[in-house]
């Protein structure tokens, strides 16, 4: 038997032998909810419902995706204007601007769909 055979099947050895001990030691699922509630209010979520956990989700996602389209945005323009005239450097500068605009653009409409199509349903 390989080494890493042997550490994931410790692993998961080691996973279902815990998990019900935790379970044990926390009650039972009927208290789920409660100990839900109280990481979430340990972790900044006030409100409970699903809306608005997505919502936030969704938020910090753009916002990653904003933040990679401007560092990709400026990788690419610094490409450029250090490329000299080098054609091949300029190429793939040109490249990278152009595929980081067409994902802000794929971005942008998937969430004005959504937008749309969660607007309808309201």
Do not use: C
């Amino acid at each position: 038997m390989n080494t890493r055979h042997f550490l994931i099947i410790f692993f998961l050895f080691a996973l279902a032998v815990s998990v019900p001990q935790s379970l044990i030691a926390t009650g039972n699922l009927k208290s789920a909810p409660g100990l839900l509630d109280d990481t979430a209010g340990k972790a900044g979520i006030s409100d409970g419902d699903i809306g608005s956990v997505a919502g936030k989700s969704i938020n910090i996602a753009l916002q990653l995706v904003g933040l990679i389209f401007l560092l990709l945005t400026i990788y690419g323009g610094l490409l450029w204007m250090t490329a000299r005239g080098a054609e091949d450097q300029i190429t793939k500068a040109r490249d990278i601007v152009i595929a980081a605009v067409i994902g802000l653009v794929i971005v942008i409409s998937a969430y004005a769909i959504t937008i749309f199509v969660t607007g309808q349903f309201q």
